[in-house]
C-alpha cells in the first residue's frame, strides 16, 4: 500500500514538473521581446538550453528554470549570472566556479554587455549551464561542453574589451617558415618558457600568414599555425581550456615580410 501511494506521488510530482516546465516554454514564446540586445541574446540562449533539457535530456526541472530565465531576459530585465549558493556543488569545484563566476561579472561591469552582446550572453548561459550540471555531477561530457564553452566565449569577450585584434598588443610571437605550420626548434623552447612561467591564465592565439596565395590557403594556415602553438603548450602543461584560437589572416601592406607569418600570443586575466 505505501510502495503503491509513494509510486502515485512521484508519478503525480512528475506531472506537476512537466506542466510548469511546458507551461513556461508557451509564456516565453508570448513574452513580447523587448530591452538591449544583450537581453534579447540572453533570452535566445536560455530559451536553447530549456529545449534541450526538456525534449533530449527529458530534465523537467532544469528547463523550468532555463525557460523562466529566458522570460525574465525576454522582457528585458538583465539576468544575473547564476549565485553559486544557490546550488548543492561539490566543495572542490567551487574554487573554479567563483573564480569564473568573478571573472564574469568584471567583464559585465567593463560594459560586456554592450560591447560584445551575443559573446557575453553565450559567455553567461554557459556558466550557469556548467554549474546546474556541476550540481547534478552526472553527465560529464555536459558538465566539459559548458565548462568549454564558457571559457571560450569569456576569452572572446575580454579580448574584445581590452581591443581586438587590431589594437592588442602581444606578450610573444611565434614566427614561422614561408608556408609553414612547422615549429622551429627556438620556438619550441620559447612555447616551453611561456608555459613554465605561468600555466593559470587564459590565452588568446592569432594566427597571421603573409600576403602571398589564395585567401582560403592563408586562412587555413593561419588557423593550422596557431594550433601547433596550442599543440605544444598543451603538451607543456598548460589546459586545452584556457587555450582560445583566433584566426588573423594575411596582414596588409605591399610587402611580404618574413615577420607577417607569426601566432601572437595574448594572456587575458589580468
Not at 240 to 269: E, M, Q, S, Y
Request: charged share 25%.
Amino acid at each position: 500500500m505505501n510502495n503503491k501511494y509513494l509510486a502515485l506521488t512521484a508519478l503525480a510530482l512528475i506531472f506537476t514538473l512537466s506542466g510548469c516546465a511546458e507551461y513556461h516554454r508557451r509564456v516565453l514564446e508570448d513574452t513580447p521581446e523587448k530591452g538591449p540586445q544583450f537581453t534579447k541574446s540572453l533570452a535566445k540562449e536560455y530559451k536553447a538550453l530549456g529545449i534541450t533539457e526538456e525534449d533530449e535530456m527529458f530534465d523537467q526541472w532544469s528547463a523550468n528554470y532555463y525557460f523562466r530565465k529566458a522570460i525574465c531576459a525576454k522582457g528585458g530585465t538583465c539576468v544575473a549570472p547564476t549565485h553559486l549558493d544557490n546550488w548543492d556543488l561539490p566543495k572542490k569545484k567551487i574554487p573554479e566556479l567563483a573564480s569564473a563566476r568573478a571573472r564574469l561579472v568584471r567583464a559585465l561591469q567593463s560594459g560586456a554587455d554592450n560591447r560584445a552582446p551575443h559573446l557575453t550572453a553565450r559567455a553567461q548561459a554557459s556558466f550557469d549551464c556548467w554549474v546546474e550540471q556541476q550540481a547534478e555531477e552526472w553527465e560529464l561530457n555536459d558538465i566539459a561542453t559548458c565548462r568549454f564553452g564558457f571559457y571560450r566565449a569569456m576569452a572572446e569577450v575580454e579580448f574584445l574589451l581590452k581591443g581586438g585584434v587590431q589594437n592588442v598588443l602581444p606578450h610573444h610571437s611565434i614566427l614561422f617558415c614561408f608556408n609553414s605550420s612547422k615549429l622551429e626548434p627556438k620556438s619550441i623552447e620559447i612555447l616551453h618558457a611561456i608555459a613554465k612561467e605561468d600555466k593559470s591564465r587564459h590565452i588568446i592565439l592569432i594566427g597571421h600568414t603573409d600576403p602571398v596565395g589564395e585567401k582560403s590557403h592563408n586562412q587555413r594556415l593561419a588557423q593550422a599555425r596557431a594550433f601547433a602553438v596550442k599543440k605544444e603548450l598543451v603538451r607543456n602543461g598548460i589546459s586545452p581550456h584556457l587555450i582560445t584560437v583566433k584566426k588573423g589572416g594575411p596582414l596588409p601592406g605591399p610587402k611580404v615580410n618574413a615577420h607577417d607569418r607569426r601566432v601572437d600570443i595574448v594572456f587575458l586575466g589580468r
